[in-house]
C-alpha cells in the first residue's frame, strides 16, 4: 500500500470500465475492504508453481509485465490480467521509455516509422504483430 502497510488476502481483481477504477476486495473480522490501483505500490499474485507475478498501478488497473526479462525486447508488453499465460495486452513500453503508455493505433504510430512490415500490420488494426515485427527489429 502507499501508506507501506502490507496486505495478504486471496481475492479477484474486479476489472472496470474507464468510469471507475479495477479493485480488489476481501473481508476481514468480518468488514469488505476495497482498495485501488492509486492506493497501492504494487501487488503480487502467486501462481500454480508458486511464483510471484508483481502488478504497478497504472491509471485506474494494474499492469503486469508479460515479457520475461531474460529476453530483451525493445518494446514490452504489459496486461491488465495476471493471467500471464492467457494475457489481456493493453498496454506497452518502448525499452528505454519511463512511460507506459495504452496499446493504441496512435500510441503505437510513432514508433513503427521505419519499419514498413510493422507499419502495415498497424494499418490493419494488427497492433501486437507490429509490436512483434518491431522486436524482431535489430
Known amino acids: 500500500m502507499k501508506n507501506d502497510s502490507t496486505v495478504v488476502a486471496k481475492t479477484k481483481i474486479k ?3 474507464t468510469t471507475a477504477p479495477s479493485e480488489i476486495s476481501w473481508r476481514e473480522k468480518g ?5 485501488t490501483p492509486e492506493q497501492t505500490k504494487e501487488i503480487y499474485r502467486i501462481d500454480y508453481w508458486n511464483k510471484k507475478i508483481k502488478g504497478i498501478p497504472q491509471d485506474s488497473c494494474w499492469l503486469f509485465l508479460v515479457d ?3 529476453r ?7 496486461s491488465m490480467t495476471a493471467d500471464i499465460n492467457q494475457p489481456t495486452i493493453s498496454h506497452f513500453k518502448m ?3 519511463k512511460e507506459i503508455l495504452p496499446l493504441k493505433k496512435e500510441t503505437l504510430e510513432p ?3 521505419g519499419n ?3 507499419k502495415k500490420l498497424l494499418s490493419k488494426n494488427k497492433l501486437l504483430k507490429a509490436i512483434e515485427e518491431l522486436n524482431r527489429q535489430d
Open 111 to 113: 514508433y513503427v516509422e
Open 116 to 118: 514498413e512490415k510493422a
Open 68 to 70: 520475461t526479462v531474460s
Open 31 to 35: 468488514r469488505k475492504h476495497t482498495v
Open 72 to 78: 530483451e525486447q525493445r518494446i514490452r508488453r504489459y
Open 15 to 17: 476489472l472496470r470500465t
Open 95 to 97: 525499452e528505454k521509455a
